[in-house]
């Protein structure tokens, strides 16, 4: 195998295997080049967090924290609306993530019953 085989094999191997994860500071998924989460990482992280929803926005929301401020240092004058950036990354799940929704109905009947 030549050198340049190697390499081509190589930077295929690799290019396969980048998951949709945040390019920080600008926040554009690694793989695809969209604003992160993208469609392929909201899909694996309802997926990884199926269980725990509650978990997931707490992990989206230090996310947030982490995109306002790396947005903001990049350019003071062009960070992008709140209301954007706050769907961007915690108005979705609550959409996409049927348990959360179960558990927060099933909960609040919960409440109503023991009173």
Known sequence: MSQQQRRSSA???????????????????????????????????????????????????GCLRDAIDDLHRLNPSVTGSA????????????RHTDSYRVATAEASRGEGTSS
Not at 51 to 59: C, E, W
Not at 83 to 94: A, H, K, V, Y
Request: net charge positive; glycine share 6%; with cysteine.
């Open 11 to 61: 930077y295929r191997a690799v290019s396969a295997g980048v998951e949709h994860l945040p390019l920080r500071p600008l926040w554009m998924c690694r793989r695809c080049g969209q604003p992160w989460p993208c469609g392929p990482a909201k899909l694996a992280l309802v997926a990884e967090y199926r269980d725990s929803p509650v978990s997931l926005f707490l992990y989206l929301a």
């Open 83 to 94: 209301s954007d950036i706050f769907d961007r990354f915690l108005g979705w799940p609550t």
